[in-house]
């Protein structure tokens, strides 16, 4: 069993999918978690479920999170939006969101929380970044390039922090059941020319070896694991989830 009684966590895109199930994990491993989200009200009741601290934030106010000095143990950089377009029609000020909430954000996260992990000798920073971190796909220019990015930046993180106890890792999952991806139907149907139908299967699926959706509680295990002290020589690394679609 990971025990992290006396730990504490943050989370962002904590109130719902991948970021909830993770919280759900560390709380139950006896971390305190902060479950930051953009929308407040669901931040709250989420909170109020698992027994966490509620923290309403817009993670694109750049100047606001260049301010912030964090005093967490393990902060998990999950929160994250899509949109599916071709690059000649990609609205510029969606690319630009894209990188600020993913990379940009995540950095300045990783920024207010180093200070405190360091004077302990212990952090723990999981960044969920994807497939698309590995492989790219049409149509999604930015959320590949943010991917690409929040994986660079881990790896710099592992470097910088590992003589302070501080780890920096990557999960890498592929399409997960989750609202992100339940609203990418109608666009992918549009942009690849198929029914919605068509598209778990056509487009999600098509290059894994396994046929099936990930599951958020999938994802929040091995992120529960990396936080734990049994991971403390992995860092650096990026762990596919994808269900063999970047072995090709």
Not at 146 to 153: D, F, I, M, R, S
Not at 220 to 247: E, H, K, N, P, R
């Amino acid at each position: 069993m990971i025990d992290l009684t006396g730990k504490k966590a943050l989370v962002t895109g904590a109130a719902s999918g991948i970021g909830a199930a993770c919280a759900t994990v560390l709380a139950a491993a006896g971390a305190r978690v902060v479950v930051a989200d953009v929308d407040g009200d669901k931040a709250k009741n989420f909170a109020q479920a698992i027994n966490g601290e509620p923290w309403q934030i817009d993670l694109t106010d750049k100047a606001a999170l260049a301010e912030l000095t964090l005093d967490v143990d393990i902060l998990v950089n999950n929160a994250g939006i899509q949109h599916v377009s071709p690059i000649e029609t990609f609205d510029p000020e969606t690319f630009s969101r894209i990188i600020d909430l993913m990379v940009v954000a995540p950095f300045l996260l990783i920024r207010a929380s180093l200070p405190h992990m360091y004077a302990n000798g212990f952090g723990r920073i999981v960044n969920l970044s994807s497939v698309h971190g590995l492989r790219a796909s049409p149509y999604k220019s930015a959320y590949v390039t943010a991917k690409h990015g929040l994986e660079g930046l881990s790896k710099v993180t592992a470097l910088e922090g590992g003589e302070h106890g501080v780890t920096s890792n990557c999960v890498n999952p592929g399409y997960v059941r989750t609202p992100l991806v339940e609203k990418q139907i109608a666009d992918q149907a549009r942009v690849h020319g198929i029914p919605e139908r068509e598209v778990v299967e056509k487009v999600m699926l098509t290059e894994s070896a396994i046929k099936r959706l990930l599951e958020p509680s999938e994802v929040a295990d091995l992120v529960l694991w990396l936080c734990g002290s049994t991971a403390g020589m992995v860092t650096g690394a990026s762990y596919s989830m994808d269900g063999g679609w970047s072995a090709r």
